[in-house]
């Protein structure tokens, strides 16, 4: 137990893995179609490198018009997620939104990205594709709830890692494709609830999200 009285800042043991911020689009209507749209801005990753990168998988009623992008301003990085996020969906209980993840198969594509400030009225990304004929994509989440601070101990978000980070959910989101707004709109997704015991919405944000070897249940068990 941590005397009220000492002041010391606890020091996470482990080793830090990597450190970005994700932002998260997951929508849904009443029928097939649906979108899903993620970017992670690396900052720190021995395993993957730095750089932005970006996922689209948009669904229609009409399944000849899906469209399935990685976008990014790092190559390399990005086919380096892409191998990571599949392992993880094949291994790993994971919230991974609607549909099969066909976007982590289809060559990176080379785009400046644009983040906005986050202000009130909430934040988003422009990312601007250079390859001919591939649409600029514009997100934005808004409406959004108080951030809050999660820790989560190896075993509660993933099996192998402890991950700290500031989590805000946001109950508005879009995804403009080009000329076309994206499909559906965000739910309380029920893989959240068990994992930090409150509703979570489907469309939020992680900022400096940090995975490091787990420091085991003693540690954790100090802070209380």
Same mark, same amino acid.
């Given at each position: +137990?941590?005397? +009220?009285?000492d002041r010391a800042a606890p020091i996470h043991p482990g080793r830090l893995l990597q450190?970005?911020?994700? &932002?998260?689009?997951? *929508?849904?209507?009443?029928?097939?179609?649906?979108?899903? &749209?993620?970017?992670?801005?690396?900052?720190?990753? /021995?395993?993957?490198?730095?750089?932005?990168?970006?996922?689209?998988?948009?669904?229609? =009623?009409?399944?000849?018009?899906? *469209?399935?992008?990685? *976008?990014?301003?790092? /190559?390399? +990085?990005?086919?380096?997620?892409? $191998?990571? *996020?599949?392992?993880?969906?094949?291994?790993?209980?994971?919230? !991974?939104?609607?549909?099969?993840?066909? %976007? #982590?198969?289809?060559?990176?594509?080379?785009?400046?990205?644009?983040?906005?400030?986050w202000t009130e009225a909430g934040v988003g990304w422009r990312i601007t594709p250079e390859e001919a004929g591939t649409p600029v994509i514009e997100a934005n989440?808004?409406?959004?709830?108080?951030?809050?601070?999660?820790?989560?101990?190896?075993?509660?978000?993933?099996?192998?890692?402890?991950? #700290?980070?500031? +989590?805000?959910?946001?109950?508005?989101?879009?995804?403009?494709?080009? %000329? &076309?707004?994206?499909?559906?709109?965000?739910?309380? =997704?029920?893989?959240?609830? /068990? !994992?930090?015991?409150?509703?979570?919405?489907?469309?939020?944000? $992680? #900022?400096?999200?940090?995975? #490091?070897?787990?420091?085991?249940?003693?540690?954790?068990?100090?802070?209380?």
């Amino acid at each position: +137990m941590r005397a +009220m009285t000492d002041r010391a800042a606890p020091i996470h043991p482990g080793r830090l893995l990597q450190c970005f911020d994700h &932002f998260v689009i997951d *929508l849904r209507s009443g029928g097939r179609a649906a979108t899903y &749209f993620t970017v992670y801005a690396v900052e720190y990753s /021995p395993e993957l490198g730095t750089g932005h990168v970006a996922f689209l998988r948009a669904r229609d =009623d009409d399944p000849g018009t899906d *469209l399935y992008l990685t *976008l990014t301003d790092a /190559p390399e +990085m990005a086919r380096r997620m892409q $191998a990571r *996020l599949k392992r993880l969906i094949a291994t790993v209980d994971i919230s !991974r939104g609607s549909g099969s993840a066909t %976007e #982590l198969n289809g060559e990176p594509i080379l785009a400046r990205f644009e983040r906005g400030p986050w202000t009130e009225a909430g934040v988003g990304w422009r990312i601007t594709p250079e390859e001919a004929g591939t649409p600029v994509i514009e997100a934005n989440w808004s409406s959004g709830e108080a951030p809050i601070w999660a820790a989560a101990m190896a075993g509660t978000f993933t099996a192998e890692r402890d991950i #700290l980070g500031v +989590m805000a959910a946001f109950n508005a989101a879009s995804v403009r494709i080009g %000329e &076309f707004d994206a499909a559906g709109a965000p739910y309380r =997704d029920p893989w959240w609830e /068990p !994992r930090i015991g409150r509703p979570f919405s489907s469309c939020h944000v $992680a #900022l400096a999200e940090s995975s #490091l070897t787990p420091a085991g249940s003693a540690w954790w068990g100090g802070l209380r």
